[in-house]
């Protein structure tokens, strides 16, 4: 049991980071891709990794307010994620739909349709709050592991 | 029955298996942690390649409805580490016992090093992925593009070794290594430089790392034939890869450079230069500089590696 515990705490040193960009204008996703992998910010060395394939990830970070044209999409690939698995949710957009709140394309708030764990306030939010977001999402995987 | 215990203890422990694997998984950590120091970054802990490892036996291996076999699918990435655990048992070692000439010569070892690329094929391809197939057909050219070199480089080092010893050609290892150490390094042999030039390229093809990481480019084909693999089965390529850059550096080391010191000062001396060239001909490298095309990276194989590789066996043969 002991031993166990051990090896989790190892394990959870480990989360690999996967985006899914449900229709964000971009503005997010550069957030994500670069600001917080530079060398101020640096998500490495909470021992993330983007990694490239759905199969591969740990933490699911969603930006956008999910468009329904890319809504069956992104659940499929979500779907595709093993489990244990946490959910981002980056940006305003995906808690209200932020700029795009009243427009008949967007499915938001996403948390209907994913269960998202950490929310991530902010247009675009500010690096320091994507890693916060990310270190939230680690406790919260460390516990379900 | 003794022997046979002993060699599998040289397959599973030294100077294959455990070593071989706690070896290529620090290289690994060294590298990722080299690397975030170029960019300016902090970088992950040395030991996160462990814990990558320890995390993805907590999760689930999927199998894709699409693959065309379960059990090929599942078995592949274990063919591929087996294959390399016997290549790490095949490289002598300074300061642990010399390979068991039962267990094979450096013919063998080549044919091992092919097969985690064909392990790979099989895999991109059984997944039933498009990604998987694409990374398929990237692997299969970038592989016909590099065999030709290494077993020309393999060749002219036998070949020349043959001609001073008095023989046709000197497949085992271990001799190679004694010839070197009587008679000084091929590094320093000028008929060899050619080969040599073929086999610094063969080692970042071989290996999969920039600028040949074409097959499992992660941004272009999300990571190529590993896209569908996860949890425990993703984590036996991870430790595939790490044996293999132990099984290229050692293969390397022994056919130019196996100059080191007797007895357990070797053993560290050796594990520095793995380090060192880890650090140096691949970290360095793979910060500056981004990835080839395929039809690139087939065509500079086909141009320079292969040609400065027949030069070698040329001359070698001409001398
Ligand atoms: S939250 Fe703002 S920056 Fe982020 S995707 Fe929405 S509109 Fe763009």
Redesign the interface.
Known sequence: MNILTK??D???????LYRINAGSCNGCDVELATTA???RW?V??L?C?????P??A?IVLITGPLTRHVRDAALRLFE?I???KVTVAVGVCPISGGIFRESYATCAPIDQWFPVDVNVPGCPPRPQAILDGVAKAIAIWRAR? | MSTQAALLVSVLAFPGGLFALALGLALKGADRRFAARLQGRVGPPLLQPIYDLVKLGFKRTMVPLTATSQLVFLVTPLVALVSMLYAAALIPVPGLPAPSPQLGNVLVLVYLLAIPGVALMVAGSVSGSTYGAIGFSREMALMLAYEGPIVLVVAAVALRTGAAEGQFAVLSLTEIVRHQQVHGANLFDPVLWPALIAFVFFYPANLGIVPFDIPEAETEVLEGPLVEYSGPALGLFKLMSAVKSVVVLGLGLTLFFPLVPEGPLGLVVWLLEDFVLMLIGVTAVRVGIGRMRIDQAVAFFLKWPLVAAIASLAVVVVV
């Open positions: 090896f989790k190892v394990a959870a040193r480990s989360p690999w992998l530079i060398p640096d490495e060395r021992g990794q983007y990694c490239g394939s199969r591969h740990d595709e093993p489990d244990p592991l």
